[in-house]
């Protein structure tokens, strides 16, 4: 399918997806969402993909959702519209692993979009940051939920209060993101994590996702029982029998899926 925001390519299993509005340093418009939407959708459904990453240009993963779009709407518009919300629900229903692969700005919904992934990688140029204070509003996607679960109250508050911006080092410092590599390395670094997940038993994927997605939302004593539970449930799979015959065999492990 052909998109006007973004280029979609599969390889090897991986599906990369990458928002393209140079001219608004990737903004989120309602076009660009919905094509989102819609590309995470298809990779969803594609058998062929194993893991997705979702990544931007070197100088912009997204600097938020589009300020012009935004400018003219009032709050009957965003209220009864519910701007982005069918997007984001799409985007929340993918089961199979999203890495964010980010350089440059990932500001606002920018921000937000990559924290929504599963888990972020990011080249030594990145900056993230939450200034909606600066338009007179607040983060509307989850900048100040998601955001002070990674990286705690202190710098939650600092960057949603102040709109400052939060270099790489700071972000892998504070727990935002995973790794930090150079900027030339991004797709590699992406590319090689994406790949040693596809190379993965889906079933055992899918229950780390759901696992620690869960670890955000319920108390402790209640995430360690899916915990356990899942655990015991993926004795049921064929996968599980290959991958410890593997181990006592001293042989890589053939995952089936099963
Ligand atoms: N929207 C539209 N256009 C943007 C943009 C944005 N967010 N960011 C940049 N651009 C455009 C600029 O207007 C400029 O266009 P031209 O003037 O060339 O036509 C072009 O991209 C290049 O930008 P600059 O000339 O400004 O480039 P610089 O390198 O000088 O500065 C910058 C880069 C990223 C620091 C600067 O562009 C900037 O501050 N951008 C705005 C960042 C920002 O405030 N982001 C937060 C937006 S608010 C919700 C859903 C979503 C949201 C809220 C609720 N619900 C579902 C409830 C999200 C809200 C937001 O994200």
Redesign the pocket.
């Known amino acids: 399918m052909g998109y006007q925001t973004l280029n979609v390519d599969v390889t090897d299993h991986v599906a990369v997806i990458r928002l393209d509005r140079p001219?608004?340093?990737n903004?989120?418009s309602t076009e660009l969402l919905g094509e989102l939407a819609k590309a995470l959708k298809a990779a969803q459904e594609n058998d062929k993909v194993r893991c997705i990453v979702l990544t931007g240009s070197d100088?912009?993963f997204a600097?938020?959702?589009?300020?012009?779009?935004?400018s003219e709407k009032s709050f009957a518009d965003?209220f009864m519209g519910?701007?982005?919300?069918a997007e984001?629900g799409q985007l929340m229903r993918i089961r199979k692993p999203i890495i964010a692969a980010v350089s440059g700005?990932a500001?606002?919904?920018?921000c937000?979009l990559a924290m929504m992934c599963d888990f972020i990688i990011a080249s030594d140029t990145a900056k993230f940051?939450?200034?909606?204070i600066?338009?007179g509003?607040i983060?509307?996607?989850g900048g100040t939920q998601r955001l002070t679960h990674a990286v705690g109250k202190a710098k939650s508050m600092d960057m949603n209060l102040t709109g400052r911006f939060m270099d790489a080092a700071e972000a892998e410092r504070s727990g935002l993101v995973s790794r930090v590599v150079p900027a030339k390395k991004l797709m590699d670094e992406a590319m090689s994590a994406a790949g040693k997940i596809a190379e993965k038993s889906m079933i055992a994927v899918t229950a780390v996702k759901e696992a620690v997605n869960a670890s955000q939302e319920v108390p402790l004593s209640q995430g360690l029982l899916l915990e356990r539970r899942i655990f015991f449930g993926l004795f049921g799979t064929d996968d599980q029998s290959e991958g410890m015959a593997a181990f006592v065999d001293k042989r890589e492990a053939q995952f089936r899926d099963r």
Not at 107 to 110: A, I
């Open positions: 001219e608004a340093l903004a989120l100088k912009a600097a938020g959702a589009d300020i012009v779009e935004m965003v519910d701007i982005f919300g984001v700005y500001l606002g919904g920018g937000e940051g939450q200034p909606e600066n338009l509003v983060a509307g996607l």
